[in-house]
């Protein structure tokens, strides 16, 4: 027996299932501190959750329940379909049945920490990487000791929600700054495990089955290293992450993957914000699996199919090369768009700088094609500044580069600690709001309070995803800019849709096969949002593996048989 049961829960029930790395790396963490761990994983208990967790507790009592919240929502802009209310209630029939304090994480809960400690009535929090945090925190439920000495913690009080402060970070060559009351953009690097392997396993009772998800979903994630160095102005990472990067020893993370293929999981993604934002590490990875396979022909790692996220640079011959020789399939870039003037204050680094040109588009898929890799490139259209005319010229150089697929979003999901939100909530100033704010529930103009108007990080974060009445209201923003009536863009609730008809208009039919687009409702059944989507579904129910958008060109075609086979839509429970 260890020093106490962990209970860690798995809440989310969308399909394509998605294994929750988080809990693997949190059960690691937690053994090699001595603590008994167990999982409840609801992914596959969609329909039956309650009898689930009433069996559950009825036979155990842990002394911590720890939750990952890996989405709020979809975070797709003509959907806004959130997922924290069904998190809510399982959370609530957890409190139910047991009196153990919870404390929630997860990249999602990461987004708003402060805003969900409130609203799903929980003890704790943790906002970025939990691995350390989760354990300081086992140990002084068990010790009794003052949780208000776990640094890093989210604790829900009688004063309301605070955080004990994390320790001191000095950069080298820089004063350590203080840290900010929401710990905004801070160096979280101290809370992650780097240098052990994060134990992956398959068909243990009570553990994350990742063979299981594998043959359901199609792939497993791999973590290379946690946060970001950037500052995209749409994007939650460093601010959740952390804004250095944690690298992690890359023979621990080998060994994972290593791990996983041996238990015949050789689809693996990664999952760091981006693969080749810290290029030097990743080609030393890239050369220990290659050197593996080279060592060992019988090595599990020579059937290791490969797939990453990677932004346009860094990215040379060398890196093309190593990607191949250790088995990677394709290649996601999240180009965005094309023109210098839009991509300036929207993908830069820490300083504000751009980071790439679309040519380092054009030469990172040059280079995958010629080394036998597939491509998926993306672009993201809404942004200030979008006009019908930023969005042709995009369309128009996006598919010229004959990438595998291309993909066009349209929208943004504001969050509180982006820099667009943060830059919307200043603009909106507490009286006004911005044209192109826009909610699907909305039943009033959006009016943001910038933090210093705000009591607290609790309502500056709840603006983002409650209304005043407490009902939801996801706050996107669209171009108001782009083609649509006026009508449409002073109405808060007001559907972008003339922009969406546009976008079709601007792809040749020819062309519709190797695209993925935005849609309306009833307008296609080839909807590119991943939540219970009838194609992935199919996918997965017919045996394919890989990432999804390497089957996209022939997706009519696998719906047809999915239909004669009984499998669409089939997400199961």
């Not at 830069?348 to 036998?372: I, S």
């Not at 974060?461 to 996801?474: A, I, K, T, V, Y």
């Not at 129910?541 to 996209?552: C, D, E, K, V």
Request: aromatic share 8%; net charge negative.
């Amino acid at each position: 027996m260890g020093r106490g049961l962990v209970l860690l829960v798995n809440p989310n029930k969308v399909h394509p299932p998605i294994a929750p790395y988080a809990l693997d790396v949190l059960t690691t963490s937690l053994e090699a501190d001595d603590f008994d761990v167990e999982v409840v994983d609801l992914t596959f208990h969609r329909e039956d959750w309650k009898s689930c967790l009433s069996e559950y507790f009825g036979a155990r009592s842990p002394v911590l329940v720890g939750v990952t919240i890996r989405n709020t929502d979809t975070v797709y802009a003509f959907e806004q379909r959130p997922f924290v209310g069904e998190h809510k209630e399982i959370i609530t029939e957890i409190r139910r049945l047991t009196d153990a304090p919870i404390v929630g994480g997860g990249i999602g809960f990461s987004s708003m920490p402060f805003a969900l400690v409130d609203y799903f009535g929980i003890d704790f929090g943790v906002k970025g990487p939990g691995e350390q945090i989760i354990c300081d925190l086992a140990d002084a439920l068990v010790t009794g000791r003052d949780p208000a000495t776990v640094s890093g913690l989210l604790r829900n009080t009688p004063e309301g929600i605070t955080r004990v402060p994390p320790p001191s970070l000095t950069v080298p060559g820089r004063r350590a700054a203080a840290p900010l009351p929401a710990g905004q953009f801070e160096d979280r690097t101290w809370q992650v495990e780097r240098s052990g392997m994060y134990v992956r396993r398959s068909g243990a009772p009570l553990k994350v089955d990742n063979l299981l998800y594998y043959r359901r979903g199609g792939l497993a994630g791999i973590l290379t290293k946690n946060g970001c160095t950037y500052r995209c102005s749409h994007c939650v990472e460093p601010d959740a992450k952390g804004v250095r990067t944690g690298r992690r020893d890359v023979r621990a993370v080998v060994d994972e993957m290593q791990s996983l293929a041996a238990q015949g999981i050789l689809d693996q993604h990664t999952t760091d914000s981006e693969f080749n934002l810290s290029i030097a590490h990743a080609k030393d990875l890239l050369r220990e699996i290659v050197r593996r396979k080279h060592a060992d022909a019988a090595n599990p790692l020579c059937d290791l199919r490969l797939w990453v996220y990677c932004q346009p640079a860094p990215f040379d011959e060398e890196f093309a090369g190593l990607l191949a020789a250790a088995g990677c399939r394709g290649v996601n870039v999240g180009s965005d768009h094309v023109r210098a003037d839009m991509l300036s204050g929207w993908k830069v680094t820490q300083k504000g700088t751009p980071y790439y040109t679309f040519a380092d588009t054009e030469r990172l898929v040059r280079l995958c094609h010629a080394n036998g890799m597939l491509t998926m490139v993306e672009a993201l259209f809404g942004m200030p500044g979008e006009t019908p005319r930023t969005m042709r010229e995009c369309v128009e150089a996006f598919m010229a580069l004959d990438a595998t697929v291309t993909g066009f979003s349209l929208g943004l999901r504001l969050f509180p600690h982006t820099p667009m939100g943060i830059a919307m909530a200043q603009r909106c100033d507490g009286v006004r709001t911005v044209p192109g704010l826009q909610s699907n529930t909305a039943t009033e103009p959006i009016v943001l309070k910038p933090a210093a108007q705000c009591s607290g990080p609790v309502e500056y974060e709840r603006q983002f995803m409650f209304d005043g009445s407490g009902n939801f209201r996801l706050v996107c923003y669209f171009s108001p800019d782009l083609v649509e009536d006026a009508g449409t863009v002073t109405d808060p609730a007001g559907r972008w849709s003339r922009s969406v008809e546009l976008l079709w208009g601007l792809v040749d039919p020819a062309d519709h096969h190797r695209v993925m687009l935005p849609t309306l409702a009833g307008s296609s059944e080839h909807d590119n949002n991943y939540a219970d989507n009838p194609f992935l579904t199919s996918l997965n129910g017919l045996g394919y593996t890989g990432a999804f958008w390497a089957h996209w060109r022939d997706r009519e075609a696998i719906l047809r048989r999915a239909r004669d086979a009984g499998v669409v839509g089939s997400a199961g429970a």
